[in-house]
């Protein structure tokens, strides 16, 4: 049994985030905060939050400002937001969390961009752990074709032509996503451009990170079906967390009775059994303190 709470979180520069609280009846386990992929809704996630709060914990489900619920009124305030007000949003969500269960673990799982800018939070030391799903470097020429091709008219033909007569990218309108705000999709087209994606912008365009001194364990999960999250990208974002224990582990759709899972169907109820389950695993050895995934043959498992 569990409550559902809908929240409002408000951002240190006054931004206010919609999100919901799965709380399971009972002592719980950890709190987990749930960050959702780039232009998506927390609804695609339900499901998934609500499986692991019947499994013991308190989940956190929420958006990044200018998304769903979230999004402003004000055109140019929806304009303007960027990457790294999510990286702000992010921030914010783990303070409300510690404040308001401040006795329970705080864990936090990411799909996407939601476990890239996990090095941009200030308050990282708060975590025990971290589940990272299909996140990776987002450069476009490092993913598999034939999406690569959609990746560059995406970024450099789509982008372009759009953005500057909008003031946002018109993603919803072509099923891809939701609307983009003008500076966040800028912003992500110059780190999509990069060979070292949001890397090569460290004490550059993004004046914090802490990247290289994350010491908390990363349990990262990729599919071999996913363009964007491969066998490039993957390890091109892992290799920044030098200090974090960090286990790897591929999904393969066959070993499912799956054709495909790609970017988005880990979160699918197909995988329950056999992928759920797993996350559930993962959050509770993670607050254990025995923890540990620095062996080095560990981590050279399907990377």
Request: charged share 20%; glycine share 6%; aromatic share 14%.
């Amino acid at each position: 049994m569990m409550n559902e709470i809908n929240i409002k979180v408000l951002t240190p520069d006054g931004f206010e985030l919609s999100g919901i609280l799965y709380e399971y009846c009972g002592a719980p386990k950890a709190v987990v905060q749930l960050n959702i992929g780039t232009g998506m809704r927390k609804e695609f996630y339900a499901n998934f939050a609500r499986y692991l709060a019947e499994n013991g914990f308190i989940v956190c489900l929420w958006e990044y400002r200018g998304m769903g619920e979230s999004k402003p009124y004000d055109k140019d305030e929806f304009a303007c937001i960027t990457m790294q007000d999510w990286a702000i949003d992010m921030r914010a969500v783990l303070d409300f969390l510690e404040a308001r269960y401040p006795d329970w673990p705080k864990l936090m799982i990411g799909h996407s961009i939601g476990g890239q800018l996990l090095g941009l939070l200030p308050n990282y030391s708060i975590l025990k752990g971290m589940v990272m799903i299909t996140c990776s470097t987002g450069t476009w020429w490092h993913h598999s074709l034939p999406y690569r091709l959609k990746s560059y008219f995406f970024f450099n033909i789509l982008t372009p032509l759009t953005v500057p007569w909008t003031g946002y990218l018109p993603a919803k309108k072509l099923k891809i996503m939701e609307d983009l705000p003008a500076a966040l999709i800028m912003e992500w087209r110059e780190w999509c451009n990069s060979e070292n994606y949001l890397f090569d912008f460290l004490e550059k365009s993004i004046p914090y990170s802490a990247y290289d001194q994350l010491a908390l364990p990363i349990k990262a999960y990729w599919t071999t079906d996913d363009p964007i999250a491969n066998a490039v990208t993957v390890p091109a974002l892992l290799r920044h967390f030098r200090k974090a224990d960090i286990l790897t582990e591929t999904i393969r759709p066959a070993d499912y009775g799956l054709k495909s899972i790609g970017h988005f169907g880990l979160f699918s109820r197909k995988v329950k059994t056999h992928f759920w389950t797993k996350i559930v695993a993962d959050l509770e050895a993670m607050i254990s303190t025995n923890l540990t995934y620095n062996n080095p043959a560990l981590k050279k498992v399907n990377l």
